[in-house]
T-cell receptor
Framework: EAEVAQSPRYKITEKSQAVAFWCDPI?????LYWYRQILGQGPELLVQ????????DSQLPKDRFSAERLKGVDSTLKIQPAELGDSAMYLC?????????????FGSGTQLSVL | KQEVTQIPAALSVPEGENLVLNCSFT??????LQWFRQDPGKGLTSLLL?????REQTSGRLNASLDKSSGRSTLYIAASQPGDSATYLC??????????FGTGTRLQVFP
């Protein structure tokens, strides 16, 4: 069964360092999402792509976060510089809308710890 | 602004019990509602998707209902098993494709 691939699985970094996460969605899925999930809370959308275009990045802290999906396939989320409050699970999801139905498929996430 | 609340925050039940998880939302103008399962340290798995025009969806021992007018959804799990232990999250979708998640219900089913 096709899956959303994410790497790395875990990342430990010191504050002020740069980190990058990678996501490869399910083949053929045009929509890709990056979510951030703080421990004990539900995921919050950071950025949504439709093909290579950003559809929604209203919750992305643009002073330190950036995201790209250059060829409309895989995507990279970067944080520079990382802060202690960035410690969280970063989840990537993809979907393929069929009519009104849109089911999201999530990757296993990248657990980020900022020391 | 849409707010999604899940009650209870945690639930512990013996194996075999039928149980109900609750989800409420403040803005009834939703496109759909999804229930997800999340195992510790893992990503989310979609369980059921209910369109705004539907009242319920069923998959195996799971049944989800939706009452848009009252801003509520329930996830019913029949004959619970230890393997059902996980966090269950509901999320409401709007026509912008953006999902708003609740904070989840952490379920433990003990033998």
């Amino acid at each position: 069964e096709a899956e959303v691939a994410q790497s790395p699985r875990y990342k430990i970094t010191e504050k002020s360092q740069a980190v990058a996460f990678w996501c490869d969605p399910i083949s053929g899925h045009a929509t890709l999402y990056w979510y951030r999930q703080i421990l004990g809370q539900g995921p919050e959308l950071l950025v949504q792509f439709q093909d290579e275009s950003v559809v929604d990045d209203s919750q992305l802290p643009k002073d330190r976060f950036s995201a790209e999906r250059l060829k409309g396939v895989d995507s990279t989320l970067k944080i520079q510089p990382a802060e202690l409050g960035d410690s969280a699970m970063y989840l990537c999801a993809s979907s393929s809308r069929t009519g009104q139905e849109e089911k999201l498929f999530f990757g296993s996430g990248t657990q980020l710890s900022v020391l | 602004k849409q707010e999604v609340t899940q009650i209870p925050a945690a639930l512990s039940v013996p194996e075999g019990e039928n149980l109900v998880l609750n989800c409420s939302f403040t803005d009834s103008a939703i496109y759909n509602l999804q229930w997800f399962r999340q195992d510790p340290g893992k990503g989310l798995t979609s369980l059921l998707l209910i369109q705004s025009s539907q009242r319920e969806q069923t998959s195996g021992r799971l049944n989800a209902s939706l009452d848009k007018s009252s801003g509520r959804s329930t996830l019913y799990i029949a004959a619970s098993q230890p393997g059902d232990s996980a966090t269950y999250l509901c999320a409401v979708g709007h026509n912008t494709d953006k999902l708003i998640f609740g904070t989840g219900t952490r379920l433990q089913v003990f033998p």
